[in-house]
């Protein structure tokens, strides 16, 4: 999980630090002992979806969950464990979203072991790190998902890498136990100044079935100052499993993305723009995606933020509009 430090207009000014160790908290976590705190969210929503030449749907109800467990040993030693109640696309609602042990061998460098998300991505699995309601629907193509192994972190003067060897590159489930082809996810980032950061991401897996690899590249940058915050992105993949076994071997995906963000006090309005496509292995397109996002949004208490979203979008040249209406608390 990759939880912002408080809710998301006020989390600005101290994204880029967060960004950079891969997994944050809000600041709200409350303690059990000395050494056991807790953390987590419920996010809820309405939703209306209108597809041309079909109709509009509307839905309602709790989208998710999560309580996340951390105890820590002493100073060096911790573990974490995230419980989440949410359909994670084949029924299973409530299940073990990440369980890792973490080692601070030295100030610099740190190391993890068990089940864990991807460092990849500007926008964030959970809805905790996002500045709208959507994310652009393009993750499972460009980044990592849950993953299971270990995981080395450095952070140096201006930068900081971090290298994963994992069973694959995971998915919604993280479940894959198979060691015999080991995927790896490499990440270089990079702080020039206070207010900016970027970072790139190299990852690799076979291609299970196939004598086939699976490369994912995912690219973004960030500026951060004030109330403002300025964000790009650029992914490209090579058989990625997620459309690799419906458009056949050598299928290849790209996309990006462009947000703003501007808080005023406790209210901040988002606009996004979005576009990525899938080509075969001759190089003709099979699945193409873009959409406009605008998000007002407005923080009530520092544990209740809530966002309004109009989506103007279009999928293999139909057009689908989304307005949706979300509440998150944070605690």
């Known amino acids: 999980m990759k939880l912002a430090q408080t809710l998301k207009p006020a989390a600005a000014v101290g994204f880029i630090a967060l960004s950079l160790t891969g997994t944050a908290h809000a600041d709200d976590k409350f303690k ?16 209306s979806v209108d597809v041309e030449g079909v109709g509009t749907e509307q839905s309602s109800g ?12 002493d100073s060096k030693f911790s573990a974490q464990v995230d419980l989440e109640y949410q359909d994670n696309g084949t029924g299973e609602e409530v299940d073990i979203e990440q369980a890792f042990i973490s080692y601070a061998v030295s100030e610099n460098f740190s190391v993890k072991a068990g089940r864990f998300l991807s460092y990849t991505g500007w926008e964030t699995e959970e809805p905790t790190g996002l500045y709208q309601y959507s994310g652009t629907g393009y993750a499972a193509y460009f980044y990592g998902g849950y993953q299971q192994g270990v995981s080395g972190f450095y952070k140096g003067n201006g930068y900081q890498v971090a290298l994963s060897l994992v069973n694959d590159l995971g998915d919604l489930e993280g479940e894959n136990r198979d060691t ?9 980032a990079v702080t020039p100044t206070e207010a900016t950061i970027a970072k790139a991401f190299y990852s690799s897996d076979k291609l299970d079935g196939t004598d086939e690899t699976t490369t994912l590249v995912n690219l973004w940058a960030a500026y951060i100052e004030g109330s403002l915050t300025l964000a790009v992105e650029y992914n490209t993949s090579e058989n990625a499993p997620a459309y690799a076994y419906r458009y056949g071997i050598d299928s290849e995906a790209s996309g990006y993305l462009i947000m ?28 193409d995606g873009s959409a406009i996002t605008i998000a007002p949004s407005y923080t009530f208490t520092k544990n209740l933020w809530v966002v309004f979203e109009y989506r103007m979008g279009e999928q293999n040249g139909v057009d689908v509009d989304l307005m949706a209406l979300e509440a998150l608390v944070t605690f």
């Open 62 to 73: 709790l989208d998710q969950f999560e309580i996340d467990f951390l105890y820590s040993f």
């Open 260 to 287: 703003g963000n501007y808080a005023m006090n406790d209210f901040a309005i988002t606009l996004r723009y979005h576009d990525y496509a899938i080509d075969d292995a001759s190089g003709a397109e099979v699945e």
């Open 180 to 188: 015999d082809h080991p995927a790896f996810e490499a990440m270089l």
């Open 32 to 47: 059990l002992t000395d050494s056991l705190s807790v953390t987590g969210f419920i996010d809820m929503s309405w939703s």
